[in-house]
């Protein structure tokens, strides 16, 4: 846990060039990341389930250019894709 700002603090981190830096989860946290140019690469989990209703992943994110890296089959129907972020 970081105190203070987070945007600030990630980027003091990322500055630091010391290992990888790993965020788990969606919401608030990704969306601030990704709109200040801080989240490299976005892994989305994809299931072959249908709710029918629910929130958007990224509610509220400008449009962001991802580029598609990976496909990871999990053998059971869902997939994992991870994607590249635009700057």
Same mark, same amino acid.
């Given at each position: 846990? @970081?105190?203070?700002?987070? %945007? +600030? $603090?990630?980027?003091?981190?990322?500055?630091?060039?010391?290992? *990888?830096?790993?965020?788990? &989860?969606?919401?608030? @946290?990704?969306?601030?990341? %990704? +709109? $200040?140019?801080?989240?490299?690469?976005?892994?989305?989990?994809? *299931?072959?389930?249908?709710? &029918?209703?629910?929130?958007?992943?990224?509610?509220?994110?400008?449009?962001?250019?991802?580029?598609?890296?990976?496909?990871?089959?999990?053998?059971?129907?869902?997939?994992?894709?991870?994607?590249?972020?635009?700057?």
């Amino acid at each position: 846990v @970081l105190p203070g700002d987070a %945007i +600030e $603090a990630v980027t003091a981190l990322k500055e630091s060039g010391e290992g *990888s830096l790993v965020k788990y &989860g969606n919401g608030p @946290l990704s969306r601030a990341l %990704i +709109e $200040a140019g801080l989240l490299d690469e976005l892994h989305v989990s994809l *299931s072959p389930f249908v709710a &029918g209703a629910g929130e958007s992943l990224l509610a509220g994110l400008a449009t962001t250019d991802m580029d598609l890296q990976n496909v990871t089959d999990l053998g059971n129907g869902a997939v994992v894709l991870t994607y590249a972020l635009g700057r």
